[in-house]
């Protein structure tokens, strides 16, 4: 093992605190080793800190081993703690940063390992009928998960209300438990394992240039987003560098995505307010929109547009300048028309409030945080190219309702329009750098329309993943919405609600 | 909402209708594969084989068999072989059996093979 020493700033403060040791400095990603001992302490101290813990994971290797990855959001770099397990036991993690708590329950399902306070946790990936046959990264843990979202028999005037998994046509299985007294909602609680495809399973023993085409069926309305968060770690694992030109291009795929999902986002917003006219008059924007992605990048919802080392195509520039102006104009007439419609507003203001503090602790992020006041925008806090050179402008919010997460999408759309303006520039193109032999690990991120998207990946000498983790924008603000939907509303905002997140079944259940 | 009642009328027009012809926009969609016979041997058969990600192709002694219905228009098989694989533009595709949907390629064979 390789020592490292660390650059000034947080990795330097937490070895300093721990005793520790760096492993790797990559790509804007700095790996420290904690032993468990320390594990608690290091948590602590990153906490106390100001660190966000963007997301916790394990791998199973001789022992199984933990992963933190905290966001220094201000100090634009991620850390990454490593810490190898020598019991079935860990620190209660989520009592330190409560926004850990669905992975400490996702690794207790694949794992078998759990924080050390034994408290309940939930079912969130795996379906109840998985036994020890069942593809999981590790091993079976010895107890099944508990269902201890919420209480099951309610006293009083309460009730449950089951709702789901099979919902309406074209939308994901989700099932929502609803605890009500007859109008508002006292609780919800969702179980989303319905859609678990094991992917991060199915990613071992692939090579990179396979990975992707999983990858970006991991959450296709984040396909881009997703693919560049693993090629990005891939890259990175290998220490490759795609061609600029590539790199531009991933920038406009990734704003042209943004696009289309917060038109669609308005779209739906509409439909949960019964408002058909406006319904149709964003899809119209939306699926002008998709036909833009089609006449740019062959495919509408731009799949098979990123490679492990660049792109695998190039945008067609004449289709995108022509048809792009036409197709946000729509977008842009229906969203005005919706702000001058007090019907629609009402339904929106004060509807689903995440507040500051609700976003921080539960380490939400996208448009959801910045709706709530938290300015946090991996494009700006932890810069790659394209967006080094030419960064978004930052669309914050303070009320943290419904309206202004819709306010926040219709800023952010206007601001990828003005970045697919200047990428196309600078000049965007195709191609690929071949990747290095040899093996590695790195983190890679992107910002999806639904916020970080994060990626981590591990190669054998072979070129082979042994562990690909990724962890969708999804499954961070889904843990938000069941504080949002019981912030004083009634059972006809939670699709109003849901509608706002904009979130995948597809990319927390993976 | 006069103002949604004209744009109601003016764009949100919906027809259940089957277009009559079809939408230009289709021009750019990704199609599957049509292979073209006589120019794909054992060889090929295998890099197509390789390169393909959702199991749409696989070899069955001398022929490759094509299962559309598997195929995700990925388009990495026109890649490896862009003359012997081009886009067959049918993307409208229906059966009342899986049958329907396997193709067979016979590969070329070279002199005593």
């Not at chain 1, 991120?445 to 969708?472: F, K, M, Q």
Request: hydrophobic share 45%; charged share 20%; net charge negative.
């Amino acid at each position: 093992m390789t020592t490292l020493q660390p650059r000034p700033g947080p990795a330097a403060s937490l070895l300093t605190a721990i005793n520790g040791t760096t492993l790797r400095d990559r790509g804007g990603a700095e790996t420290v080793a904690v032993p468990a001992a320390q594990l608690e302490t290091a948590a602590h101290h990153l906490a106390a800190g100001g660190a966000r813990l963007a997301d916790l994971f394990a791998a199973d290797g001789d022992q199984v081993t933990l992963r933190l990855i905290w966001g220094f959001d201000t100090e634009r770099q991620y850390l990454i703690t490593e810490t190898p397990l020598d019991s079935p036991e860990y620190p209660p993690l989520s009592d330190i940063a409560p926004a850990a708590f669905t992975e400490e329950c996702e690794i207790y399902e694949q794992f078998g390992v759990r924080p050390a306070s034994g408290k309940p946790l939930n079912r969130v990936a795996l379906p109840p009928h998985a036994g020890k046959d069942f593809p999981r990264l590790g091993h079976q843990p010895p107890e099944a998960p508990a269902e201890a979202h919420a209480p099951h028999t309610v006293g009083g005037q309460a009730f449950e209300f089951p709702f789901g998994p099979v919902r309406q046509v074209g939308v994901e299985s989700l099932y929502y438990g609803l605890v009500t007294s007859g109008e508002e909602i006292v609780d919800l609680y969702l179980f989303t394992w319905h859609k678990h495809r094991g992917l991060e399973w199915r990613l071992r023993g692939r090579r990179p240039a396979e990975a992707m085409f999983l990858a970006e069926r991991t959450e296709g309305l984040s396909a881009t987003a997703v693919t560049w968060a693993l090629a990005a770690a891939v890259e990175s694992a290998l220490g490759a560098e795609p061609p600029p030109g590539a790199l531009l291009t991933r920038g406009i795929a990734l704003e042209l995505e943004r696009l289309y999902n917060h038109a669609a986002a308005m779209a739906a917003l509409c439909q949960s307010t019964g408002l058909s006219v406006g319904q149709a008059a964003a899809e119209i924007a939306l699926e002008r929109l998709l036909r833009v992605n089609a006449a740019t990048f062959g495919h509408r919802y731009l799949f098979g547009v990123l490679d492990a080392g660049g792109v695998r195509r190039a945008p067609d520039q004449a289709a995108l300048r022509d048809g792009l102006p036409g197709a946000y104009g729509e977008l842009r007439r229906a969203a005005d028309a919706l702000l001058g419609t007090n019907s629609f507003m009402d339904r929106l203001e004060a509807t689903g409030i995440v507040t500051t503090e609700q976003a921080r602790r539960l380490g939400l992020v996208g448009p959801v945080a910045r709706a709530a006041g938290v300015p946090i925008d991996s494009r700006l806090d932890q810069p790659t190219a394209p967006y080094s050179v030419h960064p978004p402008a930052l669309a914050v919010r303070d009320a943290g309702d419904v309206l202004a997460r819709f306010r926040v999408m219709l800023d952010e759309a206007a601001d990828s329009v003005r970045l697919i303006g200047d990428l196309l520039d600078a000049g965007p193109g195709d191609g690929a750098t071949a990747l290095p032999t040899g093996g590695g690990s790195g983190l890679g991120w992107a910002e999806s329309p639904r916020g970080e998207a994060l990626a981590w990946v591990s190669l054998d000498a072979d070129g082979r993943i042994t562990r690909a983790r990724l962890r969708p924008a999804s499954v961070r603000n889904w843990r938000g919405f069941d504080d949002a939907a019981r912030s004083q509303n009634v059972f006809t905002d939670i699709p109003i609600i849901e509608a706002s997140f904009w979130l995948t079944v597809a990319g927390t259940a993976r | 909402m006069p103002l949604w009642f004209a744009r109601g009328l003016r764009r949100g027009i919906v027809t259940t209708h089957y277009p009559a012809r079809p939408d230009p926009s289709a021009a750019c969609l990704p199609t599957p594969p049509a292979f073209r016979t006589g120019m794909i041997d054992r060889q090929l058969a295998g890099e197509l084989v390789a390169a393909g990600p959702s199991q749409a192709l696989h070899r069955d002694g001398d022929v490759l068999v094509f299962d559309v219905s598997r195929c995700t228009a990925c388009g990495r098989c026109q890649e490896v072989a862009p003359l012997a694989v081009t886009p067959s533009g049918e993307f409208e595709l229906a059966g009342t059996s899986q049958a329907a949907f396997v193709k067979k390629i016979g590969l070329v064979l070279e002199a005593g093979q």
